[in-house]
């Protein structure tokens, strides 16, 4: 844990190297020091139908941080400041770059793993 995941603009693939995004935003969440390595899943999701404001051409990037309970407001502050550090040079000419951090309920979250890993 944690599950980061990235939603971005189509259009921003052109100007935004969509691999290295996910690469900063997981070294964002290794470099907060709140998880081990080997538990940080990292994705992202393109999004082709979008709209932001009255803008239609407007880009967006939404990383969503999905986490067990258990951590302070502070940690999560922390960890959205990591997140953030780690991809703020090659973000600064998105329109509306936003962050949140969701508990998962624990109750009902299941993780299954192959054989052998």
Do not use: W
């Amino acid at each position: 844990m944690p599950h980061c995941i990235i939603e971005y603009s189509a259009p921003l693939a052109q100007s935004v190297d969509i691999k290295q995004l996910v690469q900063r935003v997981h070294h964002g969440a290794i470099n907060s020091g709140l998880f081990e390595r080997s538990a940080i899943k990292t994705r992202a999701i393109r999004c082709d139908e979008y709209q932001v404001g009255d803008n239609h051409l407007g880009s967006f990037i939404h990383i969503t941080i999905k986490i067990m309970p258990g951590r302070t407001d502070d940690q999560k502050n922390h960890l959205l400041s990591a997140v953030y550090d780690s991809i703020a040079a090659e973000t600064a000419e998105v329109c509306s770059l936003t962050f949140e951090v969701i508990e998962i309920n624990a109750t009902s979250y299941t993780k299954y793993l192959a054989s052998g890993h």
